[in-house]
């Protein structure tokens, strides 16, 4: 499965061309066993039908639970980018209102750190550059929190604490977001797919072997649809692979409010 999933990670097209390839190896298959047991009397294929949808019917529970899951991992991520971004926006907010040379400082350091945070996300999967923005995630935080507790040394008010659970709360949600892109699913469940896909298919073209009878264009139409299914799934549950990425639009939202600075109206 770690092979089919490097697969995947080079190419999502490759890996449904190498799925394509083996459920037309399983279906071949399957339609040689059954040429070679075909019987003239149609009763005699009554069991193999039956045995054939209970095994369809199984890969299509299979494959709703599958993209269930990686759906669920997929919104995960993307619930866990919103909140990170959220969190930053709203401890900038406060370092740039505590009125304290190091809140300026804590202020700059956020626009950067939400940079870092935006490579993390959009990081291609082992690549120096998502070691980089993990290295660098954690220098900045220790960095940030250096300034806010020498802040909250001199300054026991409500605004000082308000800016340390922020400060907190975005660095909490950089170990949320991490855990998110870590979750993946059960393996145990890729594999039952996989293998469910394969007897499908082979279970298919014993019952067409039985029959002596060859449909190429249902079977490409099948091989594909299957193997599109399969592709989504592996998409879906792999953050750093493929086209499905999370969307790092929040964070830059975040960014544009950074611009400027908040200045001080008059008073009334």
């Given at each position: ?55 369809l019917g199984l890969l ?89 507790a020498a802040i909250v ?66 079977a490409i139409l099948l ?46």
């Amino acid at each position: 499965m770690r092979l089919l999933v490097d697969v995947a990670a080079y190419n999502l097209l490759i890996f449904a061309v190498v799925m394509i390839g083996l459920q037309f190896v399983a279906l071949w298959a399957g339609e040689s066993l059954g040429r070679r047991q075909a019987v003239p009397e149609k009763d005699g294929h009554d069991g193999v039908d039956v045995v054939v949808g209970a095994l369809l019917g199984l890969l299509a529970f299979a494959l709703g639970l599958s993209i269930s899951i990686a759906a669920s991992r997929y919104e995960d991520r993307r619930h866990a980018a919103l909140d990170e971004a959220n969190a930053i926006g709203t401890a900038w907010l406060r370092a740039e209102a505590i009125g304290h040379p190091r809140g300026e400082a804590i202020a700059r350091e956020l626009e950067r750190y939400l940079d870092v945070r935006v490579a993390w996300v959009t990081a291609p999967r082992n690549s120096a550059v998502l070691d980089r923005a993990t290295s660098e995630t954690n220098r900045m935080q220790t960095l940030i929190w250096g300034h806010a507790a020498a802040i909250v040394r001199e300054r026991t008010d409500p605004v000082a604490a308000a800016l340390q659970a922020s400060l907190n709360d975005t660095f909490d949600m950089s170990t949320t977001q991490r855990w998110a892109f870590a979750g993946q699913m059960p393996v145990e469940l890729p594999w039952l797919l996989v293998c469910l896909t394969l007897v499908s298919v082979g279970g298919i073209g014993y019952q067409w072997g039985l029959r002596k009878r060859w449909h190429p264009i249902t079977a490409i139409l099948l091989l594909s649809a299957w193997s599109a299914c399969l592709m989504l799934i592996v998409d879906l549950a792999n953050p750093r692979i493929g086209w499905v990425r999370v969307d790092p639009s929040p964070y830059l939202w975040t960014a544009q409010g950074f611009h400027g600075g908040v200045p001080i109206p008059p008073a009334p």
